[in-house]
């Protein structure tokens, strides 16, 4: 049996009619760049999030960079954000000139340790920047407390839980204006690269869309500095036609999980997902933790299932962070977590079958 780490097959087989005729449809309609297809998915997409206001751009780091401009971060602010997180979280960061203040995670949801974020913060802080990583909601109550004591601002950085809920809200509408990736393999993905902002304030959702288009609202008249990063029409297309099954895709998602949960519980040196009170997961990783990371993954890579690792090199000890000053040591919780993490396969479409056979190869492995 192959059971490769990521299939988008049972997904596209499933969609592929309506994405041809919506193909078509903009192959008709001779408009390319913010149209109406973009139109509609904001307006889809900021309903499905219960947000007021959605904003498309061309990728989740323009997303989070854009959502930083468009509260005015610069040099001299300080933005807190995960010691443990894909590098998009932090190059955003530098983009503005601010500096990037890493807080460790929670060693058992991986998310920011919110016990932490106090003693982060100074009169520099402008802004508190959450993950909800591998798909977990993180303590969105008592981060927005911590930041409305602080007056500080909140970007939630939605891009792998979309769908996602705390407390029955939806990560993604908490924050004063939020960030979400719709690339290929996150639960709600393009056919290529896409992104968006999710807001309640309709005023910066306003200068949102300026600073998307050039800074410009009319053409040729440029408000502020603007950059050139719209969701185009064909994405969009595509993402309204997806959003339509995300829930139940979601919901499989946790099935899966599930199923893993189940069947590798007990085992000796496997730290399996655990989700904290009050807080959703939707799986867009299920990711264990094993001492002997290295040699599970070749044992099933041997054994023809594909794995992942997210991520193997913490942002502190990368080489683009050099200039920084971190060294090893300095966030270990953020460094343990990449040398012990590996990310098993998790596809809507998964039979039983090929469940239990990724079960019994790691129960075989401890064996």
Sequence with gaps: MNIPFLSFTAQNDLIEDEIRAAFERVFQNKWYILGKEVTSFEQAYAQYNQVQHCIGVANGLDALHIALKTLEVGEGDEVITPSNTFIA?????????????????????????????????????????????????????????????????????????????YNGKLTGSFGNINATSFYPTKNLGAYGDAGALTTNDAALAQKTNLIRNYGSEKKYYNEVIGVNSRLDELQAAFLSVKLKYLNSWLDERKQIADAYTKALAGIPDLILPVTAPRADHVYHLYVVRTTKRDELEKYLNDNSIGTGIHYPVAPHLQKAYEHLGYKKGDFPIAEEMAETCLSLPLNPGMTDEEIAYVCKAIQQFYE
């Design 89 to 165: 979280t932090w190059l955003a960061i530098s983009q503005t000139g601010a500096t990037i203040v890493p807080v460790e995670p929670d060693p058992q949801t991986y998310n920011i340790d919110v016990t932490r974020l106090e003693a982060a913060i100074t009169p520099k802080t402008k802004v508190i920047m959450p993950v909800h990583l591998y798909g977990q909601a993180c303590q969105m109550d008592t981060i927005i407390q911590i930041a409305n004591k602080y007056n500080l601002f909140v970007i939630e950085d939605n891009a792998q839980a979309q769908g996602c809920t």
